[in-house]
């Protein structure tokens, strides 16, 4: 689907439909002229016989005579003018694409100014009409052998009456439908199945992606020997009850103009399964477990957004990546583990894998002398439980990075919550024969998580998402969500806009 502004006199294309966003309160008069096909008295009759009166979303479809230059119209109740907020915007997108859908619309002509009013801004609607398209109309289906080709929707036209907005307009498909294809990109890879998206697989797709870009980019991968030099052996532990070898791949974007001298850092859970280990999961939902991978797929989304859109920037992802499973070789409740920062870890539950994982990436990242450093897992069911998918648990050890990307949250769907880590939390983590545990107890999970973690990005400003809960939807829609590529991406625009670039 391709979005395209227009201004004036626009030869039209064929199989077209136009749009008009009607409100309750408008005189009919008015509408008699917007529309162009009926008289006042016609119009009317149709309301009247068509349920229309406060009905919100409802639709009216319109097959024209000669006279018209469109093939159909569509009118669609907004309700009263006054209180059509974002919210409603957004219901009314989604409605009209789906009876684009349902009725093969392939050329969709609307005017922004029907639904653009009070303060809202241009720049943020056509963002939104693109992010729900690309939501409504993702389907994996990558595995099944009869393959529907959707033929509908091919352009929208947005009329736009002056220079400014049209320059708004162009600037917000430029962004939107960049992010887009790392969103794609994530939810792509977190849909394949842990037989076929494995450790080896994740980590060549990171360095294949970016063949094209070796100039700003190149990508390292490292095996189980070289993560086993770097004295990684949290991270070891968790993959040896795996046949499957673990890797790391580290992605090194370093644009010539780049307004940071020290890298951002990116850092993403890679487990491609989590059985639990011998702390063995229930077998209800297990399936999802192939989803305990979204926080690396969601870096290599980030990096594919930002090499692609030449971002003067410098920025490292790094991705671990494993399985988590049991054979005469795993790691058992009990053991004591020494991790590259030094630190001991006991380990009383197999369960909670990705801090093992993260800790040794944490430290890692502390040689590049970071500027920041966004780590992003799906790590506890706590958080799911506490937020549901309405957000992603954020946790940070710098308030200004906290408000900055609260700030790049506000206007996308994309949402975070802040979550606490209070000192007390240090008491959970006690261990009476290594310097930590690596669970905290039955309550406060995500925190605690977030609390083991801070032991291990004391050296620079850091932030934890926990995507366990926006990551990918269950249920009858199951599918990755590519949550938080979105967020991140708008977090390095707002970046670039801050420095004036
Ligand atoms: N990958 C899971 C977290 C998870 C669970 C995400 C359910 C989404 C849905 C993580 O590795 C895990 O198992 N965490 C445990 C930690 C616990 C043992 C302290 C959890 O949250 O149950
Ligand atoms: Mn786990
Ligand atoms: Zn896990």
Redo the contacts with the bound molecule.
């Keep these: 689907m391709k979005i395209i502004p227009y201004q004036e006199n626009f030869k039209l294309s064929k199989n077209n439909c136009r749009v008009f966003g009607i409100y309750e309160d408008e005189d009919l008069c008015s509408v008699e002229k917007k529309v162009k096909i009926y008289k006042v008295s016609v119009m009317k009759n149709i309301f009247k016989y068509s349920n229309w009166k406060e009905n919100f979303g409802k639709t009216i479809f319109l097959h024209t005579n000669f006279q018209s230059k469109y093939d159909r119209i569509i009118l669609i109740n907004c309700g009263i003018k006054k209180n059509f907020q974002n919210n409603l915007f957004i219901l009314i997108i989604k409605k009209l694409f789906l009876l684009f859908k349902e009725n093969n619309i392939q050329n969709i002509y609307m005017n922004i100014y029907d639904f653009i009013f009070n303060k809202s801004k241009i720049y943020w609607k056509i963002r939104d009409i693109i992010n729900i398209s690309q939501d409504l109309f993702y389907s994996f289906k990558e595995y099944q052998s009869k393959i529907q080709k959707i033929s509908f929707l091919k352009k929208i036209f947005i009329k736009i009456n002056n220079e400014k907005d049209f320059l708004s307009c162009k600037k917000a498909i430029l962004h939107g439908c960049a992010i887009s294809k790392g969103v794609k990109f994530a939810k792509d890879i977190s849909n394949i199945p842990s037989n076929i998206c494995t450790p080896k697989y994740l980590v060549k797709k990171s360095k294949n992606l970016f063949k094209k870009y070796t100039n700003n980019i190149q990508v390292q991968l490292f095996n189980q020997n070289d993560i086993k030099n770097l004295r990684m052996n949290a991270f070891l532990a968790v993959s040896q009850g795996s046949c499957k070898k673990a890797y790391m791949s580290r992605m090194n974007y370093c644009h010539k103009n780049a307004i940071n001298k020290n890298p951002i850092i990116l850092i993403g859970k890679g ?1 491609t399964f ?1 059985s ?1 280990g011998l ?1 063995i ?1 229930p077998s209800y939902m297990m399936d ?2 192939k ?2 991978m979204c926080g690396a797929a969601a870096v290599i989304g980030i990096m594919k957004f930002i090499v692609q859109s030449d971002l003067p920037l410098r920025v490292i992802g790094i991705i671990g990546t494993c399985e ?1 499973m049991i054979n005469g070789n795993s790691l058992k409740p009990g053991d004591i583990i020494q991790t590259m920062s030094k630190k001991t870890v006991e380990i009383l ?1 197999t ?4 801090r093992l994982i993260l800790c040794d990436l944490l430290t890692y990242a502390e040689k590049f002398d970071p500027m920041i450093v966004i780590d992003i897992a ?7 439980a506490t937020l549901g998918n309405a957000a992603s648990g954020l946790f940070s050890n710098s308030k200004i990075l906290e408000k900055e990307i609260k700030k790049a949250s506000k206007n996308i769907h994309d949402k975070i919550w802040s979550l606490p880590n209070f000192k007390i939390y240090k008491k959970y983590l006690k261990s009476n024969f290594a310097d930590l545990l ?3 107890g039955k309550y406060a ?1 995500a925190s ?2 977030a609390y083991f973690l801070s032991y291990f990005a004391k050296k620079y400003k850091w932030v934890h998402l926990d995507i ?2 926006t ?1 990918w939807r269950t249920g009858k829609n199951k599918s990755a969500t590519g949550q938080p590529v979105t967020l991140l991406c708008q977090y390095f625009l707002n970046l670039l806009k801050k420095n004036k670039l």
């Design positions: 487990v989590d639990g702390s999961k999802e477990m989803y305990d988590n539950n369960d909670a894998e990705g799906t790590l506890t069911g706590s958080c799911v690596n669970i905290g999970g605690t998580a366990a809960g990551a």
